[in-house]
């Protein structure tokens, strides 16, 4: 019986492609070949499925088999647009084509990490911030956010610029649609006034009003520092009220179904939910044990890690401060498993990156979510740090040590988390209950006394609901049982 003819392996380099104006791969200069298989590789690396390596790799082969030219004289943005419009102008499947625009992309994002050029900076749609506004003002509006540019993180500079636009001109753009801006002292407070009032009219809160009024406040003073007049009463308007609200911290058992779904991925028998899920891994104890911010996470560099010493310095955070915080034991663990299996070579010293690249500012968001859905949850990455400083103090850490972990310029902002759980005021509110209770004589209606067990129960059971550790949570049940045995003993009588 003959066998059967042995079936080729499948590779890259069998596969034509029906374009006639791009060069056959046996046809590329050796430097080509070599570029483009780092390129896969480079892909592979980076931890994307086989089918996308296959896809984004024929990308890369229109590339530079339509443009036939050496991989290092290739111009980055003008040659990679040019085979855009080509991949664009081709008759082929929208889906087909979709992915070979992203396909190039990435080979746009290898050929500038192959050359240490630096991304290209996505443009600020400046004609929507400052398109309506006379030509003197959106002038000084420019001005102004060049001035606050120039303190900026570089990797921060474009989100920075467009939170910035958009809280400056909004109320710009509404006075330009109201009023004739002649000058600067138009701005003053009856028009403010009437921002205010029809901004609540659609339901805009007085937090967003009072972050708008300091940003032009702010505008008006940097312009008057350079001898503008300006309307002095509207640098003296008072913000709203915005009434006390409590931090939102997420309890214990909330932050181990969490982690429950995190090791899941960490420990998944597919390659890219398990890197994903390592990651997080790190990650996730970072916010919840040291009270990292999102953007402090996205920065970290590998320079300011020092596991040996379990610490991390913080550059350039918010307010433009430096600090130095400490890990504990699971982060550090965390961490090396990432850096050793994960993380890899990278373009950027950024600690955490994803496809070869930082972090996006929605990343963390986005998976928390998708960890949150699948236990019925929904916490954000802002509640993890609420709860690393409630934990922090709920075990006895000094408030100025809670501050100084948190990067808080005021202590009246750490003191914040102690109304979370105050086990005092707890205990206060009980003991005057206790009086009140008898004196309106209701402990004969519910048959309980001053000193009730029930009403011991019903205090530990209050603390019970803060965010207690593990030892807390142990001793809160010895007691429980005390009382209870107690309870049970004084029933019988003698």
Known sequence: MTAAPRKRRHHFKSVRLSDPAITPFGQWPPTNRTFYAAFRQWLIDSGYADSTVQQYGTAARIALGWLNKPHWAIDVEADIERVRVHVMERPQGNGTRQTYLKGLAKFETYLRHRRDAKPKQKPINWPHYVGSLPTWLAADVRAYVAHHRRSWPIDARHESTISLLSQTTRYLRWAVSVATLDDLATFAPALWHDYVDHRLDHGISPVTLNIELSQHQNLLLFLAEQGRQVCQRMLRVEPLDPGSSLPRDVPCEHVRLLWQEIERDANHAHTNPRRLGIMDRAWFLLMVLSGLRTCEVRR????????????????????????????????????????AQVRGPAPSEHVFVYRQRPLTRTYCRHRLCTYGERCGLHVTPHQLRHTAATLLLNAGAPLPTVQHILGHRRIDTTLGYTRLYDPVVAADYYRAMQQIEAQMGLEEDSGSSPLAPGTLLALLDSLHEGTLNEGQKETLGTLRAGILALAEEVGRGP
């Open 300 to 339: 970290m560099q590998l320079p300011d890690l020092d596991l040996a010493a379990r610490t991390l310095r913080v550059n350039q955070s918010k307010g433009l401060k430096d600090r130095v915080v400490y890990l504990g034991q699971p982060s550090v663990e965390a961490l090396e498993v990432y850096l």
